[in-house]
């Protein structure tokens, strides 16, 4: 009873919670001063000149600030818009944990694992990530210019992990 509890009930429970704050935080949006701000500037000046008053006048993180411009030139500020974007950042974020599990599993133990098994473990070790990070969930995953900040650069990382290991003569392999 124990083993199935572990195994089985508590991922499920984990996701299920996880899911449901998400989609709560991201239908309920607080307003925060960064998505304020970029997205008046970006109203005012355009992608490309927001891009560069973002890029020297704040902290330059030339990729993220791109990316934050050209997100908020089509969300306008609309609520709705930004939760469709979060959940969409969500969602890579799960893939590319996903594609990092398979593909560590097919360099390091040569086993194939089943596409399936691959995005549960990336919803409970997401979903895990998000409770150990609870107080500061509003920030990573419910405002745009922070997930823009935080979450891209996380995921652009996984992904190219993932792409080095698939390589054959990566030298991150030790076989």
Not at 52 to 68: A, D, M, Q, V, Y
Request: charge should be positive.
């Amino acid at each position: 009873m124990k083993e199935k509890l572990v195994k089985y009930f508590l991922p499920a429970a984990m996701v299920a919670g996880f899911l449901c704050l998400f989609f709560y935080d991201a239908l309920h949006y607080i307003s925060n001063i960064d998505d304020s701000f970029n997205d008046e500037y970006v109203s005012k000046l355009g992608v490309v000149d927001a891009a560069k008053l973002f890029f020297s006048n704040i902290n330059g993180r030339w990729f993220s600030h791109i990316i934050t411009a050209i997100g908020f030139h089509f969300l306008k500020n609309n609520y709705t818009y930004y939760a469709i974007y979060v959940t969409a950042i969500m969602s890579l974020f799960v893939a590319a944990i996903s594609m990092l599990h398979k593909t560590y599993f097919k360099t390091f133990y040569k086993r194939e694992v089943p596409a399936l098994a691959s995005i549960q473990f990336a919803f409970v070790f997401t979903a895990t990530l998000y409770f150990l990070l609870f107080v500061g969930r509003q920030e990573i995953w419910a405002w745009v210019s922070s997930a823009n900040n935080h979450l891209l650069s996380v995921i652009l990382c996984i992904v190219l992990v993932s792409l080095l290991l698939q390589e054959s003569k990566s030298a991150l392999k030790t076989t």
